[in-house]
């Protein structure tokens, strides 16, 4: 009888087991898919550069806490050491977010790792730079990237989300128009999920979009502009039904013609920011406010 009662709990540890692990499989095949599925009305929330108000910007611990937040999708920014290391580094010097001076190629990455990033008050912190498979062994299977100032650099990223077993996680993106994308990496456009970046205040947007979506199927359009009169806008059905999401950036009016985060949240008027940009078709919206915009997506039930 003994034995037959440590056998019940055997089988049943192994079927806990299994179930803990399939729901962790789940969780970013679901965010993959929902990814994929231009046709689904949930919006997914991109936290900018991570949780930056409560940790230093491109941080370890700020995408730790835009994790913990429940976000699908974190953008960070690429760039690269004197060493050939891909790091996390958005502005062209480390100036201004460490306590150094000079460029992220000015220093092998042992020497980068002995600056400290600098919080949004501009404290330096105990913290350093991440490389970009740092970030890729925290983050996998937990949430999606959004490959930011990555163009440059696709190859070697490449190689890491492949070594990284994230390959499926990330999104390569660039404001290059199709055939130049296609010119520069011809051996791995098809290989990766890939968005293209459309300025609509410029002339030829709509044709951008068209030519990518005869050529290919981006799986979103991230559609920035400064004034919201482009007939894309109004009328841009033919994004989804050709395939890919619809982007937009709440983080500064200059992005979004003033739909923008401080609107939601400082005037409490999400009708002109959140609800606007939902209206003209955002199912993924890049923010500097995720944990307000989940509270108000999940009230909306546009977000679980």
Do not use: C
Not at 108 to 127: P, S
């Amino acid at each position: 009888m003994r034995s037959y009662q440590y056998l019940t709990i055997a089988l049943l540890l192994t079927q806990f087991t299994q179930t803990v692990s399939a729901q962790k499989t789940t969780k970013i095949d679901s965010l993959v898919n929902q990814l994929h599925n231009p046709s689904d009305k949930q919006v997914m929330v991109t936290a900018h550069r991570g949780d930056w108000r409560n940790a230093p910007e491109n941080s370890l611990q700020a995408f730790k806490y835009a994790m913990a937040m429940g976000v699908d999708i974190i953008e960070l920014d690429l760039n690269k050491t004197k060493d050939g290391v891909i790091v996390i580094m958005h502005d062209p010097t480390i100036d201004r977010t460490t306590d150094g001076k000079g460029k992220p190629g000015d220093y092998t990455l042992a020497e980068l790792k002995q600056f400290h990033l600098k919080n949004g008050l501009g404290r330096v912190t105990d913290f350093t730079i991440p490389t970009l498979q740092e970030v890729m062994l925290l983050v996998k299977d937990k949430v999606l990237i959004n490959l930011d100032k990555s163009y440059p650099y696709y190859n070697e990223a490449y190689r890491i989300l492949k070594n990284t077993g994230t390959l499926k996680q990330a999104i390569f993106k660039t404001d290059a128009v199709y055939d130049d994308v296609k010119s520069k990496y011809p051996e791995i456009l098809d290989s990766i999920t890939f968005m293209a970046v459309v300025d609509l205040d410029k002339a030829g947007a709509k044709k951008i979009i068209k030519d990518y979506q005869q050529r290919m199927k981006p799986v979103a359009f991230e559609l920035n502009f400064k004034t919201d009169t482009s007939s894309v806008l109004s009328d841009n059905h033919f994004i989804n039904h050709h395939g890919s999401k619809i982007w937009i950036n709440s983080l500064w009016a200059s992005l979004n013609a003033g739909h923008d985060d401080d609107t939601a949240v400082d005037k409490e008027n999400t009708k002109d920011s959140w609800d606007w940009l939902i209206a003209h078709g955002a199912t993924i919206i890049q923010t500097d406010r995720p944990k307000e915009l989940l509270a108000y997506l999940r009230k909306r039930s546009l977000h679980i």
